[in-house]
């Protein structure tokens, strides 16, 4: 039997739900559980409102401010940092200048701060106390995690351009932010430059644990105009170490004056954490590729072949495309990741694709449309506990860039049959 006829193929069927409609703004999602009740919530934002909500996982998905006055909320992620067992929000914010474009990052915005949980079912309408962890400018993407030891929270945080002169394809900092030892009364996180010579116009950043041989540390992999590359710490040499996976998309930078990628995912196969890693290329762009290594091996010591899987319709006046994020999971439960590209639009390139590798040495993915839904991104989580892996969307609506019509905060609910023959 081929791999192209495998019984362990299953078309996905995902249940569209609806949490919240007629969206003001659009752009973060993410799905931690806020009230600690073992089902999954929701929390998310967009840039114009300065507003951030959660969504409690209650049968009504109740909206409730968690806070607002944020200028601009972009980026973000979520930790247990107060230690009270709950996770809090992080985020940057603050990002642009008069313009509202990346072209002018604001000189002293880029600030990152964490808003606090306050727990308890009496307490679940108040707004959420601020601190603030530190800045730089051009601050875009963080994530929280384990990246240089395993006693403290680290942020790393990815400007997507750098400071001063020279236009937004400068080389940047990326930097770590290192958790005090008294967080609630610290003026601000100790801050490390990782790298200030590698990454211009860095998009997408996300972080992965497993993948660092003989560590359990997590580590970042980062989408920029280099293409894809992946970043960690070697506890043995004490130092940071980066891997190019691959160049991207390279053949409209005269057109578009962008080039590399824009957003990545890793897919495990098997045993293999590295078993494919995912890209949509360049940033905002219309290409998905898949990267996929020619043998057995560490991800710095094989060749990476990149496979195009498709281009959706041609940039626009900006040079920009329709996809913005791509995320990896086992959707299907049979201990491969598939993944999904968010697709901002506008239709007909619009909504969410899901990919199934077949032949993984050929570069060959079946793939659905599974959404037509606008999407700026994907959060995962189990959200009715029956062992299915869920996602849910928030419609891309943002000013000067894409504002999707009749924007929505989803839910597709799993209904693929796990227990096929």
């Excluded at 107060?82 to 992080?90: A, E, T």
């Excluded at 920009?320 to 299907?332: I, L, M, T």
């Excluded at 639009?345 to 079946?366: R, S, T």
Aim: net charge negative.
């Amino acid at each position: 039997m081929s791999k192209y006829d495998s019984p362990k193929i299953s078309v996905p069927v995902f249940r569209r739900e609806l949490v919240a409609d007629q969206l003001r703004d659009g752009y973060w999602v993410e799905a931690p559980d806020i009230d600690d009740d073992s089902k999954p919530d929701l929390f998310g934002w967009g840039l114009t409102m300065g507003e951030v909500y959660w969504y409690q996982n209650n049968g009504e998905w109740t909206r409730r401010l968690v806070a607002d006055q944020i200028p601009m909320p972009i980026g973000g992620d979520y930790a247990d940092i107060s230690g009270n067992g709950l996770p809090d929000i992080v985020l940057c914010y603050d990002l642009y200048g008069p313009i509202g474009t990346i072209v002018d990052p604001k000189p002293d915005g880029g600030r990152i701060d964490w808003l606090e949980n306050p727990g308890g079912a009496d307490k679940v309408t108040t707004r959420w106390k601020r601190h603030y962890i530190g800045r730089m400018e051009g601050m875009h993407r963080l994530r929280v995690g384990h990246f240089t030891q395993r006693e403290r929270l680290e942020i790393i945080g990815v400007p997507v351009v750098a400071s001063g002169s020279g236009g937004p394809h400068k080389v940047l900092p990326i930097v770590l932010f290192t958790q005090p030892d008294d967080v609630q009364q610290a003026a601000e996180w100790p801050m490390t430059v990782i790298d200030d010579n590698s990454f211009r116009h860095a998009h997408g950043a996300e972080r992965k644990s497993g993948l660092i041989p003989g560590s359990d540390l997590d580590s970042m992999l980062i989408a920029s105009d280099e293409g894809v590359t992946w970043l960690y710490f070697d506890e043995a040499r004490r130092s940071w170490e980066k891997v190019l996976i691959g160049t991207g998309e390279l053949t409209r930078f005269e057109q578009t004056g962008f080039k590399g990628s824009g957003d990545v995912g890793i897919g495990r196969i098997g045993d293999d954490p590295f078993g494919y890693v995912a890209a949509v290329e360049p940033n905002h762009g219309n290409t998905v590729a898949v990267y996929v290594k020619e043998s057995a091996g560490h991800p710095a010591e094989v060749t990476w072949r990149r496979h195009v899987l498709d281009v959706f319709g041609d940039p626009n006046e900006n040079g920009e495309g329709v996809g913005h994020q791509v995320v990896a999971a086992d959707f299907d439960g049979d201990g491969e990741e598939e993944f999904l590209v968010a697709l901002r639009g506008p239709a007909p390139w619009q909504g969410v694709m899901y990919y199934k590798a077949i032949d993984l040495e050929q570069g060959v993915f079946a793939k659905w449309r599974i959404s037509e839904d606008s999407a700026a991104r994907i959060a995962i989580a189990d959200f009715d506990g029956n062992g299915k892996l869920d996602f849910a969307t928030i419609a891309y609506k943002v000013p000067k860039y894409f504002v999707a019509k009749d924007a929505k905060l989803l839910l597709f609910r799993n209904e693929i049959d796990l227990d096929r023959e």
